[in-house]
């Protein structure tokens, strides 16, 4: 039976790294999928890891029908075994369910990756309805680690190092290079107390 999974984390924990060993996992065993990102740090139709590795993906925009996507590859007598689908909260709550479609209906695994929840700690709606309609929800066993060495459970955005609580929930940020907007991980104590690592974390001097 096809499942729906959804692999979720907090940044930092491997995902996107998963996402493309899934991928290899199952194409190097003759099985074909399609891959889909969005707002990747990499750019458009792309997904990469921090560790460096990146593959071409499609990108998930607000009009992407993956029923039609797969019956677009289907009547040009491609196969679709599974999908990976990277950034996941990103997605439309319709788009999620056409997902469950794809598995219900078609038989096909899904398998999706994604934080759930944004800086403010409210839930992606497409985080929301994954949580709804997965087969199984798998939590990413690789810990991020907040600045005090904690294991970091909350995303937190920062405009000049300095944690902001309001704004748009999807601002497409660097969290390796110095900008304006940025995303560090944090425990739930220091999220709360809104103490970054460019104001409170160890000074190495």
């Given at each position: 039976?096809?499942?729906?999974?959804?692999?979720?984390?907090?940044?930092?924990?491997?995902?996107?790294?998963?996402?493309?060993?899934?991928?290899?996992?199952?194409?190097?065993?003759?099985?074909?999928?399609?891959?889909?990102?969005?707002?990747?740090?990499?750019?458009?139709?792309?997904?990469?890891?921090?560790?460096?590795?990146?593959?071409?993906?499609?990108?998930?925009?607000?009009?992407?029908?993956?029923?039609?996507?797969?019956?677009?590859?289907?009547?040009?007598?491609?196969?679709?075994?599974?999908?990976?689908?990277?950034?996941?909260?990103?997605?439309?709550?319709?788009?999620?369910?056409?997902?469950?479609?794809?598995?219900?209906?078609?038989?096909?695994?899904?398998?999706?990756?994604?934080?759930?929840?944004?800086?403010?700690?409210?839930?992606?709606?497409?985080?929301?309805?994954?949580?709804?309609?997965?087969d199984r929800t798998e939590i990413l066993q690789v810990p991020?680690?907040?600045?005090?060495?904690?294991?970091?459970?909350?995303?937190?955005?920062?405009?000049n190092g300095e944690m902001v609580v309001e704004g748009a929930?999807?601002?497409?940020?660097?969290?390796?290079?110095?900008?304006?907007?940025?995303?560090?991980?944090?425990?739930?104590?220091?999220?709360?107390?809104?103490?970054?690592?460019?104001?409170?974390?160890?000074?190495?001097?």
């Amino acid at each position: 039976m096809a499942e729906l999974v959804f692999f979720t984390g907090t940044m930092d924990s491997g995902k996107s790294t998963l996402a493309l060993q899934t991928n290899h996992n199952h194409s190097a065993r003759g099985r074909r999928g399609l891959v889909f990102t969005q707002h990747d740090r990499a750019g458009a139709a792309r997904i990469s890891s921090r560790l460096g590795l990146e593959k071409d993906a499609r990108e998930v925009e607000s009009h992407t029908d993956f029923i039609a996507v797969l019956a677009q590859e289907l009547r040009e007598g491609r196969r679709v075994d599974y999908v990976v689908c990277d950034e996941a909260q990103f997605y439309a709550p319709e788009q999620i369910e056409q997902l469950a479609i794809l598995v219900d209906e078609f038989d096909i695994d899904v398998y999706a990756f994604g934080i759930t929840a944004d800086f403010r700690t409210r839930l992606f709606p497409g985080s929301a309805r994954l949580l709804e309609l997965a087969d199984r929800t798998e939590i990413l066993q690789v810990p991020a680690l907040c600045w005090c060495g904690a294991r970091a459970t909350h995303n937190a955005r920062t405009i000049n190092g300095e944690m902001v609580v309001e704004g748009a929930q999807v601002v497409i940020g660097d969290t390796e290079k110095e900008a304006e907007v940025a995303y560090e991980v944090l425990c739930r104590r220091h999220h709360m107390r809104r103490e970054t690592a460019h104001q409170f974390g160890p000074r190495l001097f």
